[in-house]
């Protein structure tokens, strides 16, 4: 039976119990006789409505007690209650208390209640379907839930294999494409090497080699993507780096420090200075490490000036950044890419030596520069200088003045109307080497006037170019001392190479003025 059976259904019989008989009286024989009565005709049955409602009697509360003390357990254990998938039968006996209970209090009608139990007689027929319909559907169900599993299973199989071959791919794209270009160099330095487009037009004008991508770098070079990559990556601590650097004195105390590039570094910084860095356009102003100007072509333009002003550029060569050296190759028409491994290729950071956990290490103290000692440095100054030099010509020329430039040596002269005008001069150099990126070393900034000694880059300016009469007789004392003494004798200063440093100084005067020059290196030439 359903649960709806179990509720509505209900089929009572219609006779009605000796209880509600209404009580029969004894007759008394007639003694008289009696006639037969007559014989009553036979009335046909009524069948039993299943669904009456004529004995939903009310019931009171303590009948319903007394019900449910005389059924006992049976209450609550004859059906499984709970359940509301079915109707619960009438034969039960709860079924019976319930029905009337409701009719008694007025919530359901027997009408109502009849048809309750006929709903439920009704689906207790097509129960067993639908169970068959709900246990096939659950068999659906779970297989579907199964092949859904699998399929999940099979997806994540699949795209897991996907990765792992993308993933191998790209292990040997990386391989391959490391073997033939260079995508990274370092933090910091490796933004613009995706840029692989050079202005052929630009570089073919200026007769530059065209590159356009780091392997074209490492072609022209003679190296393997390998070591361009090992020449010009950078780092801020390692082990070992690209140069040896040692100290020198300074003319005015103190100490320099200068780095000379291993060997095939310095070989392709040769490369690049002589392919390019060389063949780069200069300003007029510029005479320092140039193809025909030199320290006397500097000069020469302040011979015999009433006023002569020199300043110097604090720490010149380390002051120039990596970015700014990259930006002079691009200028001139190289792509990102290559642009930025040629300025790797020239600058360096300044380091200094620490240890840690017993290794050395060369730690990195301030951004990569041009390192003095290398060979593309004093013309990439140039290049970076180009625009303070512009504008510095632009001032001298608003004042009536001659400017050129040695390196970081910055000289103007004029005629006695500058010595009014030295003051803005000087705030307005200060003002556009600070605009520039560079800084004036204040200490070394002089104004000489004619009647004393006006040098400029070590060249007598006065009336003629020369050298200090001091500098020619202690060349001359050195060497005739020499003839008695020997040469190492006269080094007093502990100077190493102490005959080079001596040729030097003789080539010196030899440049400026060739007559005392030539005398002097007659004089060294003897003491072979």
Known sequence: M????????????????????PPSVPSTPDPR???????????????????????????????????????????ATAFQFGRQSIIPPVSDPRTEIIDRALVTHGLLSPEELNEIHRVGEEYEKVRPTEMGIAAAAGLAGNAAVQAYREAKERE??????????????????VRRRRATDIIFLGRGVSGRLHLRMSDEV???????????????????????????????????????????????????????????????????????????VNKLPVTEAAHGFVAGRGIVTNANPHVNKAVVVNLDLSDFFPSIAFFRVRAVYERYGYSGSVATVLALLCTECPRAAVTYAGTKYEAATGPRGLPQGAPTSPGLSNQVARKLDKRLLGVATKLGVTYTRYADDLTFSGNADLAGKIGWLLAKVRNIAREEGFAVNEKKTRVMRRSAAQVVTGVVVN???????????????????AKSEGLDAQNR????????????????????????GAKLKAALDALR
């Open 2 to 21: 359903s649960m709806f059976d179990w509720i509505f259904r209900r089929k009572r019989d219609t006779t009605p119990t000796p209880e509600s008989a």
């Open 33 to 75: 006789g009696q006639q037969p009565a007559p014989k009553a005709e036979p009335q046909a049955e009524t069948p039993a409505d299943p669904y009456s409602a004529s004995e939903f009697l009310p019931i009171s509360r303590q009948e319903i007690v007394d019900a449910a003390q005389k059924h006992g357990r049976l209450l």
């Open 156 to 173: 994540k199989a699949r795209k897991k294999a996907e990765s792992a071959a993308r993933k191998k791919d790209r292990v040997e794209a």
């Open 202 to 276: 630009k570089l073919t004008a200026l007769g530059l080699p065209v590159l356009h991508a780091p392997a074209d770098v490492a072609k022209a070079l003679g190296l393997t993507i390998k070591q361009l990559r090992w020449l010009g990556f950078h780092t801020e601590v390692a082990t070992r780096t690209h140069y040896v650097k040692f100290q020198v004195p300074k003319k005015s105390g103190g100490m320099r420090t200068l780095a000379a590039p291993h060997k095939k570094l310095k070989t392709a910084q040769h490369w690049i200075l002589e392919n390019v």
């Open 463 to 481: 009336d003629k170019p020369s050298v200090s009469r001091d500098e020619i007789r202690r060349l001359r004392a050195i060497l005739h001392r």
């Open 493 to 516: 200063e502990g100077r190493e190479n102490f005959r080079e440093w001596l040729a030097g100084k003789i080539a010196f005067v030899n440049m400026v003025r060739p007559d005392a």
